[in-house]
Structure formats: structure tokens, C-alpha cells
């Protein structure tokens, strides 16, 4: 026994030094782990063989939760960390994980807007507001006056267009003075039975479509009457229609960009002739009969009542064969500016001067066309021809703009699609043509005397 006590204070005194301080041993049993240097930083950060962080283990075994790695410092594109970095919020910081949890990192706030790559909102922006598109100026094949009865105080215009097999027959007036109207045979100084019932006026405008040909009503033996709204029996206004032969009707096309264009027609009326105008109101206001052609126009003839909510009547002092005997124009100027021209139309020559002799022979010269239309399409003019005095209208069909020009004779400046432009041709000769914004696009026009034929209407 006594040889084993030196043994025992020997072991207590190792207990005691032990206890006060000694140098404990590390575990044998955990390696030590590989270090990696984050590319961005350079901070050294522990990593297995995976990337993934290294987590000593307490007593029992299981894991110890850790903080994730400082969001602040950037990982390097070879770490395959489980924590998910935002990609555009440098400065989020990372969240503690739960034990046993990977570590889940904020994702980028929600309330930003998603930007496009240029740096542009995605959200869609209106266009710009250019305001509403010009109005397409008045059309039609004929335009009459309606000239008060009875005192009523109503008056108007009759627009007739020819529909195919219909006739459209628009009745623009007063309103509150006349509801009832009709077409009736007869004339406004003898009425005759009704023919076809039209619509009622409605503040001052009514539309209708007639199941009969714009040809059969141009006889000279119809009128459009209206009849006061409580008494139909009293008359307010009427029109009378005229043969075909009695009126011509001439296109009016905008000039210097003014919005503005629409029609005329021009109505035998004895001795004298009735000169109707129906225009895109509120831009012109003095209105004349001019020598020359809208290309180059002379001196004023006649002078025209002002236009006035773009309708213009007078009855000029000169037969209806003394003005479309070719040579004149009807030009309208703008009400602030009366130099600068807003619409003009080319008054076709529809018989030869001093007309033909009775009884002529059947080999004599036809009566020429009074109008040709022609279309501007598929980037091709056509290629016409035509008798002197006829009066071609272009009808422009392409998304994109054209010219129908001939230097020194005619230019129809920048036609937009719908757009279309009509010029008389009074002299026979072989005319060439183009648009002046596509050179490649030409036409040649051949004008002969009446008596060639046939016609060649460019379709």
C-alpha cells in the first residue's frame, strides 16, 4: 500500500494543475478545415468540399446554428452556397438561420418597379396627343339649294350620291322648321304626287337611302320638298332636281395644307346659273369663279356669296354654257388670309364653244366626257386616254402618300390615302406625268379631239 500513495498525490497534484489552467488537447478526431478566399473580398471563409460552410458540432451531435455569411460582402461565382442573394440589393444583410434551417436571405423588395433593361419603366405611356385627324371634306355627285317658301325661314342643301343601284340623299337645313320630307314628281312651282318618302329632320339634318338609281331622279321632273313640322300641309322650302344634262359638279381639292375641300355644282337655271358650294367650314370665307385653271389661276369672273358653315349659294349672271366652255376654276380663300387659296376645282368643259350645229351629221364629234376617275394604286399611275374637255379625278388608294404631277400643267401636292385631286384637260396633246415623291412612278395621258374613241379609263 505504502508505495502506491506517492502515486495517488502524484495523480491529485496532475487533477489540481489540470484544473487550474492546464493546457487542454485539441480533438484528434475533426480535421482541419480547407480555407477559400472569396474572390471579391478577399476575406478567407471555411469551406468543405462542397463550398458549403463547415459547422462544428456540439456534444450531442447535432448542429449548431450560425449566422450566414455578412450579406455586405459579395460572394465569389464559384461559392455553392444555399444562401440566395439578391441580385440588385447589395445592401440587404443576411438573416441568421434556425437550427437545422438553410439560411434564406430577403428577396428583393417587392414594391420596386420591374425596370426594362434600358433603364426605361415598363409601364406602357401614351402617345403623344397629336389631337383629331382632319376631317374629310364633303362629297357628292350633286349639290342643290333649297330655297325658302312661305316665309319658314328654312333653307339648306340637298346632297345627293350615287350608291350603286341606291341613291344616299342627305337633307341639311334649319333647324326646328321642317320635320316631313319627300321626293315628289313635279317641280317645286307644280308638285305632283310623292315619289319617295325621306327621313325627318333631325336638328336641322336627315339621311336617307332611296331604292332607285341617282340616273333614274335625273330627269328634270322631280323636286325635294319640305313640309313645316305641326303642319306638314304648309311648304317650307324646295328643290328642284335637274336633267343630267343641266348641272356639272366639280371636286374641290385642298391647297396649302388648309383641311379643307369638298364640292360644287354648278345648275342651269335659264339665263342664269346656280352656283352651290358645300366646303369643310370655318376656314374659307371669299369665294370666286377665277379665268384659268387652279394650276394657274386669272383673273376673278365671278364673285361668290361667302361661305358661311361651309355652304355657299349664289346665282351667277351667265348661262351655264358660257361657263364650261373650259378655262375656269372655282377657288376659295382662307377667311384670315384671303392671298393664301384653300380649295380650288377646275370647271370641266362639257360642249364646245358656241356648241354644234342641229341636225349634224351622225359622224359629227361626240359630246366629250364630262369626268374620268382614275386610281392611284399599288404605287402605278395610269396610263389614260381621253377626249379634250374631260376632267380626270385621281382617287389616291396607297398607305403612303403620292403627287400626280406634270410640270408647268398640274401638281396635286401630297395626296394622303382617300385623298383626290382632279384636273380638266381643255388642249389635245400626250402628257406625261409622275409623283414627285416616287420618280420611278409615271403615267402618260393622251388627250384627243371628242371624236376618238373608245375611252381608256385606266382600271
Request: aromatic share 4%.
Given at each position: 500500500?505504502?508505495?502506491?500513495?506517492?502515486?495517488?498525490?502524484?495523480?491529485?497534484?496532475?487533477?489540481?494543475?489540470?484544473?487550474?489552467?492546464?493546457?487542454?488537447?485539441?480533438?484528434?478526431?475533426?480535421?482541419?478545415?480547407?480555407?477559400?478566399?472569396?474572390?471579391?473580398?478577399?476575406?478567407?471563409?471555411?469551406?468543405?468540399?462542397?463550398?458549403?460552410?463547415?459547422?462544428?458540432?456540439?456534444?450531442?451531435?447535432?448542429?449548431?446554428?450560425?449566422?450566414?455569411?455578412?450579406?455586405?460582402?459579395?460572394?465569389?461565382?464559384?461559392?455553392?452556397?444555399?444562401?440566395?442573394?439578391?441580385?440588385?440589393?447589395?445592401?440587404?444583410?443576411?438573416?441568421?438561420?434556425?437550427?437545422?434551417?438553410?439560411?434564406?436571405?430577403?428577396?428583393?423588395?417587392?414594391?420596386?418597379?420591374?425596370?426594362?433593361?434600358?433603364?426605361?419603366?415598363?409601364?406602357?405611356?401614351?402617345?403623344?396627343?397629336?389631337?383629331?385627324?382632319?376631317?374629310?371634306?364633303?362629297?357628292g355627285d350633286l349639290v342643290l339649294a333649297l330655297r325658302e317658301l312661305n316665309a319658314s325661314g328654312q333653307q339648306g342643301l340637298v346632297v345627293f350620291t350615287a350608291k350603286g343601284a341606291t341613291t344616299e340623299?342627305?337633307?341639311?337645313?334649319?333647324?326646328?322648321?321642317?320635320?316631313?320630307?319627300?321626293?315628289?314628281?313635279?317641280?317645286?312651282?307644280?308638285?305632283?304626287?310623292?315619289?319617295?318618302?325621306?327621313?325627318?329632320?333631325?336638328?336641322?339634318?336627315?339621311?336617307?337611302?332611296?331604292?332607285?338609281?341617282?340616273?333614274?331622279?335625273?330627269?328634270?321632273?322631280?323636286?325635294?320638298?319640305?313640309?313645316?313640322?305641326?303642319?306638314?300641309?304648309?311648304?317650307?322650302?324646295?328643290?328642284?332636281?335637274?336633267?343630267?344634262?343641266?348641272?356639272?359638279?366639280?371636286?374641290?381639292?385642298?391647297?396649302?395644307?388648309?383641311?379643307?375641300?369638298?364640292?360644287?355644282?354648278?345648275?342651269?337655271?335659264?339665263?342664269?346659273?346656280?352656283?352651290?358650294?358645300?366646303?369643310?367650314?370655318?376656314?374659307?370665307?371669299?369665294?370666286?369663279?377665277?379665268?384659268?385653271?387652279?394650276?394657274?389661276?386669272?383673273?376673278?369672273?365671278?364673285?361668290?356669296?361667302?361661305?358661311?358653315?361651309?355652304?355657299?349659294?349664289?346665282?351667277?349672271?351667265?348661262?351655264?354654257?358660257?361657263?364650261?366652255?373650259?378655262?375656269?376654276?372655282?377657288?376659295?380663300?382662307?377667311?384670315?388670309?384671303?392671298?393664301?387659296?384653300?380649295?380650288?376645282?377646275?370647271?370641266?368643259?362639257?360642249?364646245?364653244?358656241?356648241?354644234?350645229?342641229?341636225?349634224?351629221?351622225?359622224?359629227?364629234?361626240?359630246?366629250?366626257?364630262?369626268?374620268?376617275?382614275?386610281?392611284?394604286?399599288?404605287?402605278?399611275?395610269?396610263?389614260?386616254?381621253?377626249?379634250?374637255?374631260?376632267?380626270?379625278?385621281?382617287?389616291?388608294?396607297?398607305?403612303?402618300?403620292?403627287?400626280?404631277?406634270?410640270?408647268?400643267?398640274?401638281?396635286?401636292?401630297?395626296?394622303?390615302?382617300?385623298?383626290?385631286?382632279?384636273?380638266?384637260?381643255?388642249?389635245?396633246?400626250?402628257?406625261?406625268?409622275?409623283?414627285?415623291?416616287?420618280?420611278?412612278?409615271?403615267?402618260?395621258?393622251?388627250?384627243?379631239?371628242?371624236?376618238?374613241?373608245?375611252?381608256?379609263?385606266?382600271?
Amino acid at each position: 500500500m505504502r508505495p502506491l500513495i506517492p502515486l495517488l498525490f502524484l495523480s491529485l497534484a496532475l487533477t489540481l494543475l489540470a484544473a487550474c489552467g492546464g493546457t487542454a488537447q485539441a480533438p484528434t478526431s475533426t480535421s482541419a478545415p480547407e480555407v477559400r478566399t472569396d474572390s471579391a473580398t478577399g476575406a478567407s471563409q471555411p469551406s468543405n468540399s462542397a463550398g458549403s460552410a463547415v459547422l462544428p458540432t456540439n456534444d450531442a451531435g447535432g448542429s449548431v446554428s450560425v449566422p450566414a455569411p455578412d450579406a455586405s460582402a459579395a460572394m465569389s461565382s464559384g461559392s455553392s452556397s444555399s444562401a440566395a442573394m439578391p441580385a440588385t440589393d447589395a445592401s440587404s444583410s443576411s438573416m441568421p438561420a434556425g437550427s437545422g434551417d438553410s439560411t434564406s436571405m430577403p428577396a428583393t423588395d417587392t414594391t420596386s418597379s420591374a425596370m426594362p433593361a434600358s433603364g426605361v419603366a415598363s409601364e406602357s405611356m401614351p402617345a403623344a396627343d397629336t389631337g383629331p385627324a382632319p376631317m374629310a371634306g364633303p362629297t357628292g355627285d350633286l349639290v342643290l339649294a333649297l330655297r325658302e317658301l312661305n316665309a319658314s325661314g328654312q333653307q339648306g342643301l340637298v346632297v345627293f350620291t350615287a350608291k350603286g343601284a341606291t341613291t344616299e340623299v342627305s337633307v341639311l337645313g334649319n333647324a326646328g322648321i321642317s320635320q316631313a320630307n319627300h321626293i315628289h314628281s313635279g317641280s317645286c312651282a307644280v308638285l305632283g304626287g310623292v315619289v319617295h318618302a325621306l327621313t325627318s329632320l333631325v336638328d336641322g339634318k336627315g339621311v336617307t337611302t332611296v331604292n332607285t338609281t341617282l340616273d333614274s331622279l335625273l330627269t328634270g321632273g322631280f323636286a325635294v320638298n319640305l313640309h313645316k313640322t305641326g303642319a306638314p300641309a304648309t311648304y317650307t322650302a324646295c328643290a328642284d332636281i335637274p336633267a343630267k344634262a343641266s348641272f356639272v359638279t366639280v371636286q374641290l381639292n385642298e391647297m396649302n395644307a388648309s383641311s379643307q375641300s369638298g364640292v360644287a355644282s354648278l345648275v342651269a337655271k335659264g339665263a342664269a346659273t346656280e352656283v352651290v358650294l358645300y366646303a369643310t367650314p370655318g376656314i374659307s370665307s371669299a369665294n370666286h369663279i377665277h379665268s384659268g385653271s387652279c394650276m394657274a389661276l386669272g383673273g376673278v369672273l365671278h364673285a361668290l356669296t361667302p361661305m358661311s358653315g361651309g355652304m355657299s349659294i349664289t346665282t351667277v349672271n351667265a348661262a351655264f354654257a358660257d361657263l364650261t366652255k373650259g378655262g375656269m376654276a372655282i377657288n376659295l380663300h382662307q377667311t384670315a388670309n384671303p392671298a393664301i387659296y384653300t380649295a380650288c376645282g377646275d370647271i370641266p368643259m362639257i360642249a364646245p364653244a358656241g356648241g354644234t350645229a342641229e341636225g349634224a351629221a351622225a359622224t359629227s364629234p361626240v359630246s366629250p366626257v364630262v369626268g374620268l376617275q382614275a386610281e392611284v394604286k399599288n404605287y402605278v399611275l395610269p396610263t389614260l386616254n381621253v377626249n379634250v374637255g374631260t376632267t380626270v379625278t385621281w382617287a389616291q388608294r396607297d398607305l403612303e402618300g403620292h403627287t400626280v404631277t406634270a410640270p408647268g400643267l398640274f401638281d396635286s401636292g401630297i395626296l394622303d390615302e382617300g385623298k383626290t385631286f382632279s384636273y380638266t384637260f381643255t388642249k389635245a396633246g400626250t402628257y406625261t406625268y409622275t409623283c414627285t415623291l416616287h420618280p420611278s412612278m409615271t403615267g402618260t395621258i393622251t388627250v384627243g379631239e371628242p371624236s376618238m374613241a373608245p375611252i381608256d379609263t385606266g382600271y
